[in-house]
């Protein structure tokens, strides 16, 4: 086997330049673990908030509990957000033998507390001995636990979900002063954040390298949703950003790397493969199989061949509340209703953010609820003055400059007829209000399952 270059991994395996996930972190997850697309879950319109009783509901067979079927251990370190207001809803209730992370959607990378309470465990145990200690840090000093004490004649999986580079902007200042020519102070964290999860992926993958694993391993590395310009984020020359379903909200960073498990490697891979997609995969190349009737579709041969995709069209979303809707089939892009407020191309930020204080937009994390947890509910924007329908030929215009909607009547009716078909399946969101038995004022100042 030839020594892996840990100093460029992705150049050394397969780069993906069309892997789409959804908006928002809750449906990519959701779509990461059940195969299914959110809209069939009920977890399409909104992440899941703290006080919130939602949950990925225990009908979906998870990736893990399909991948302990056929003889895998299985890990998972850093964040979940899939639910846990039931402990039947939590990481080892789902598959997983081990759980290192927090439950929420995001919280202070150093005092792990979102609002007023303490969200970290190990397992089923509240960790309240890690205050100040920067999450990436402590993920990988357990990722590298795991791999030192796993035997690599067993099979294993481990889902490692980092905070990075989600708000709020925090990361050491060894990492910020790395780019000290960027005077945004946003930008200037993110890029510093990047930076913080390019060493602890590299941290790890050279544990992995030092205990035998790199004789039969695959890597994947994929992100969850476009970024957001207000905290730093950019997604030029894409259209949009995080929560649209714009490309800049949907179109992931993702790629593929295997010392011995790829026979093509070292180029840009262009076909089309979904975020559910990962689940049929993963079970394909462990010898599993998924259950009839998800949506995800195994793309191992693509991957590990550079054959056609299996896939020619897919789901952005469906959302019945938004009113929203967009599919993608072959070269086509339908939009139903409002894509969401990040509408523009925004440009990488220079000194300041003050074009984007007045931007039109979905959520502002910069303000505060009554409750003082940073605002992340969406805004519903089922009323709106934007075309009904909007239709882009991604391959021509992958920026989706140029509605071809009134050009091409006949393709928009086809796509309305195909999501018509589609939303035959949607499952109404599952969306709860606010429940005050979850607050933490009631178990010790700990975000803590068994109040539904």
Same mark, same amino acid.
């Given at each position: 086997?030839?020594?892996?270059?840990?100093?460029?991994?992705?150049?050394?395996?397969?780069?993906?330049?069309? /892997?789409?996930?959804?908006?928002?972190?809750?449906?990519?997850?959701?779509?990461?673990?059940?195969?299914?697309?959110?809209?069939?879950?009920?977890?399409?319109?909104?992440?899941?908030?703290?006080?919130?009783?939602?949950?990925?509901?225990?009908?979906?067979? %998870?990736?893990? @509990?399909?991948?302990?079927?056929?003889?895998?251990?299985?890990?998972?370190?850093?964040?979940?957000?899939?639910?846990?207001?039931?402990?039947?809803? &939590?990481?080892?209730?789902?598959?997983?033998?081990? #759980?290192?992370?927090?439950?929420?959607?995001?919280?202070?990378?150093?005092?792990?507390?979102?609002? #007023?309470?303490?969200?970290?465990?190990?397992?089923?145990?509240?960790?309240?001995?890690?205050?100040?200690?920067?999450?990436?840090?402590?993920?990988? @000093?357990?990722?590298?636990?795991?791999?030192?004490?796993?035997?690599?004649?067993?099979?294993?999986?481990?889902?490692?979900?980092?905070?990075?580079?989600?708000?709020?902007?925090?990361?050491?200042?060894?990492?910020?002063?790395?780019?000290?020519?960027?005077?945004?102070?946003?930008?200037?964290?993110? /890029?510093?954040?990047?930076?913080?999860?390019?060493?602890?992926?590299?941290?790890?993958?050279?544990?992995?390298?030092?205990?035998?694993?790199?004789?039969?391993?695959?890597?994947?590395?994929?992100?969850?949703?476009?970024?957001?310009?207000?905290? *730093?984020?950019?997604?030029?020359?894409?259209?949009?950003?995080?929560?649209?379903?714009? @490309? *800049?909200?949907?179109?992931?960073?993702?790629?593929?790397?295997?010392?011995? %498990?790829?026979?093509?490697?070292?180029?840009?891979?262009?076909?089309?493969?979904?975020?559910?997609?990962?689940?049929?995969?993963?079970?394909?190349?462990?010898?599993?199989?998924?259950?009839?009737?998800?949506? *995800?579709?195994?793309?191992?041969?693509?991957?590990?061949?550079?054959?056609? /995709?299996?896939?020619? @069209?897919?789901?952005?979303?469906?959302?019945?509340?938004?009113?929203?809707?967009?599919?993608?089939?072959?070269?086509?892009?339908?939009?139903?209703?409002?894509?969401?407020?990040?509408?523009?191309?925004?440009?990488?930020?220079?000194?300041?953010?003050?074009?984007?204080?007045?931007?039109?937009?979905?959520?502002?994390?910069?303000?505060?609820?009554?409750? *003082?947890?940073?605002? #992340?509910?969406?805004?519903?924007?089922?009323?709106?003055?934007?075309?009904?329908?909007?239709?882009?030929?991604?391959?021509?215009?992958?920026?989706?400059?140029?509605?071809?909607?009134?050009?091409?009547?006949?393709?928009? &009716?086809?796509?309305?007829?195909?999501?018509?078909?589609?939303?035959?399946?949607?499952? !109404?969101?599952?969306? !709860?209000?606010?429940?005050?038995? /979850?607050?933490?004022?009631?178990?010790?100042?700990?975000?803590?399952?068994?109040?539904?």
């Amino acid at each position: 086997m030839k020594t892996p270059n840990l100093d460029n991994l992705a150049n050394q395996g397969v780069i993906l330049n069309s /892997s789409y996930v959804q908006p928002l972190c809750t449906p990519s997850r959701t779509a990461f673990m059940s195969g299914y697309y959110p809209y069939r879950t009920g977890l399409q319109h909104n992440v899941i908030l703290p006080w919130s009783a939602a949950y990925l509901r225990r009908n979906y067979t %998870l990736l893990p @509990e399909k991948l302990k079927n056929v003889g895998y251990n299985t890990h998972m370190i850093g964040k979940w957000h899939l639910g846990f207001c039931n402990w039947n809803y &939590t990481p080892t209730y789902r598959g997983f033998d081990s #759980f290192y992370g927090y439950y929420n959607g995001q919280e202070d990378y150093y005092s792990h507390k979102i609002m #007023f309470g303490l969200d970290y465990r190990d397992d089923k145990k509240v960790v309240d001995d890690k205050e100040g200690v920067y999450s990436a840090f402590s993920y990988t @000093e357990r990722a590298k636990k795991i791999i030192e004490s796993h035997n690599t004649s067993d099979p294993m999986f481990l889902y490692l979900a980092f905070q990075d580079v989600h708000a709020p902007l925090q990361v050491p200042k060894r990492f910020e002063d790395m780019y000290s020519n960027i005077n945004d102070k946003n930008r200037r964290i993110y /890029s510093g954040m990047v930076s913080a999860l390019d060493e602890a992926v590299g941290n790890i993958t050279k544990s992995l390298v030092q205990n035998g694993f790199m004789d039969n391993i695959l890597i994947v590395f994929t992100a969850d949703n476009g970024g957001i310009p207000t905290f *730093g984020g950019n997604n030029l020359p894409l259209r949009g950003a995080k929560s649209t379903l714009w @490309e *800049g909200g949907t179109k992931g960073a993702s790629f593929v790397y295997s010392p011995t %498990l790829l026979d093509k490697t070292g180029y840009i891979n262009t076909e089309m493969m979904h975020a559910t997609d990962w689940f049929a995969t993963f079970l394909d190349v462990a010898g599993g199989q998924p259950e009839k009737g998800v949506d *995800g579709i195994s793309q191992w041969d693509m991957l590990r061949t550079g054959s056609p /995709s299996k896939r020619n @069209e897919f789901i952005y979303n469906i959302d019945e509340i938004n009113k929203n809707a967009a599919i993608r089939y072959g070269d086509l892009k339908l939009i139903e209703g409002s894509a969401g407020r990040f509408n523009d191309w925004y440009p990488v930020p220079t000194s300041n953010l003050e074009n984007f204080k007045t931007a039109d937009h979905i959520y502002d994390l910069n303000e505060k609820t009554d409750l *003082g947890v940073e605002h #992340f509910e969406i805004e519903n924007i089922a009323e709106s003055d934007e075309p009904q329908y909007r239709l882009f030929n991604i391959t021509a215009d992958p920026t989706e400059h140029f509605d071809i909607a009134d050009q091409f009547p006949d393709l928009v &009716t086809k796509l309305k007829d195909k999501l018509v078909e589609y939303k035959k399946l949607l499952v !109404p969101a599952f969306d !709860p209000s606010f429940s005050p038995k /979850s607050l933490p004022i009631f178990y010790d100042g700990v975000w803590t399952p068994g109040w539904c």
